[in-house]
């Protein structure tokens, strides 16, 4: 059993003069048991201050972290039956790889044939029998990175944190590490909660997401929940590559009894008109005559090149500014005259740059916000 709830936790890094800058703004946030809680967000948002506050590293400046029930705030790191791997591995270059692993319990004064017996356990897990007996130096990154996570079971402890352990591998090693540390999340059951700016791992990793920004939590769900029904439009342009499209424009009754139609904002020319469909139309209600950004995600704008009957009501006209051919299919950078915005099509439908083209958008998958306070229309 490991829950981990965060109150109010707040954080201010105390200057030479003056107050502190607060940089963790009173954030609430319960970790189950067993799950595997991902903290996502651009650099400097505050995900390793709050998980090194977790792990008792940073001094907490307001609220409460409890593990367990219990309040740990003044509860020493060694204490908190917590450990930490980090995204430089912080391994002893003195030690084997066996030392390294068996250091943690053996400070702990563990009996020898404990000591050994686990790490044998954790390295056959990891697949770190052969490099047993090199020093750090001898592996490479990835190889590294498992010994600094094997240190890190060996302790068999109640949560497991992970700062950004991947950033410094290579693309494909950072897939491959990635899965192994999902299956040991599976295999150990553990708690873990797990930093990383970057979203794919978010979404690939995460039981459920938290997205922060600035020291704020902007939302917490599962993967995709997050994609499908973000609360607002950090969270919609963060999750999601490439990232959602965004129209800026107003709300106005269209000529269709009972349904909104959206007019984007284009000083350029014609304002791309939109009629919505009439869910969008009921979260729009509250905005008639007002600023609203509508959001769509690239897979939700097809060129009706494949479609037998493309919707006059969303199909707009606009035009090709690049298009880059991914193999399995190919984005479409488009503009509208105001707006630039990406598709994702077959990579059997070929364009000219400058060319006219229509796109239809699926209105179903369809996002408004309010464009003052970016909340989702809902
Ligand atoms: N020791 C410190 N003293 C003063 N400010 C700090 C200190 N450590 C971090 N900060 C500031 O706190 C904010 C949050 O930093 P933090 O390291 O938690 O961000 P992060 O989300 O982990 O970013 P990254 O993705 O770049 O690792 C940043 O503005 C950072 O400059
Ligand atoms: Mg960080």
Redesign the pocket.
């Known amino acids: 059993m490991a829950t981990v709830v965060i109150s109010n936790l707040e954080k201010s ?1 105390a200057e030479t003069k003056g107050p502190g ?1 607060k ?1 963790v703004h009173g954030i609430n946030l319960e970790i189950r048991d067993r799950e595997f809680m991902v903290l996502v ?10 998980l090194r506050m977790i792990a008792g590293l940073e001094e907490i400046t307001g609220g409460t972290i409890a593990i367990d029930g219990v309040v740990v705030n003044n509860v020493l790191p060694k204490d908190r039956d917590i450990a930490m791997v980090f995204q430089n591995y912080a391994l002893y270059p003195h030690m084997s790889v066996y030392e390294n692993m068996a250091f943690g319990l053996k400070l702990r004064k563990f009996p020898k044939a404990e000591i050994d017996a686990r790490v044998r356990e954790a390295s056959a897990m990891l697949g770190l029998d052969p490099y047993l007996d090199r020093k750090p130096k001898a592996l490479s990154g990835g190889q590294r990175q498992r010994v600094a996570v094997g240190r890190a079971i060996v302790r068999k402890p109640k949560v497991f944190l992970f700062d ?1 352990p991947l950033s410094n591998l290579d693309a494909k090693m950072r897939v491959s590490t990635r899965t192994e540390i999902s299956k040991l999340h599976a295999r150990l059951g553990a708690t873990m909660i797990y ?1 990383t ?1 970057d979203q794919v791992e978010a979404m690939t990793m995460g039981d459920r997401i938290c997205v ?1 920004k600035d ?1 704020r939590i902007m939302q917490v769900d599962a993967p995709l929940d997050l994609y499908n029904r973000p609360e607002n439009m950090f969270v919609a342009g963060f999750i999601g590559s490439p990232p959602m499209n965004f129209f800026k424009g107003r709300l106005q009754r269209s000529a269709t009894p009972g349904l909104l139609e959206f007019v984007e904002t284009n000083s350029a020319g014609a304002p791309v008109r939109i009629t919505l469909d009439a869910a969008l139309s009921a979260k729009g209600a509250g905005h008639v005559d007002r600023e609203v950004v509508f959001g769509i995600r690239p897979e939700d704008v097809q060129d009706t090149l494949g479609l037998e009957r493309p919707d006059p009501a969303h199909t707009i006209e606009v035009k090709v500014e690049v298009s880059e051919p991914m193999g399995a299919e190919t984005f479409l950078y488009l503009g509208t005259g105001a707006t630039s915005f990406i598709a994702r099509v077959r990579p059997t439908d070929r364009f000219e740059v400058g060319q006219a083209v229509k796109v239809t958008l699926k209105i179903g998958a369809a996002h408004l916000f309010d464009a003052a306070t970016e909340q989702v229309l809902k």
């Not at 967000?41 to 709050?50: A, E, H, V």
């Open positions: 890094y800058v940089v967000g651009p650099s400097g948002c505050g995900k390793s201050t709050t950004e930093v700016h922060m020291g």
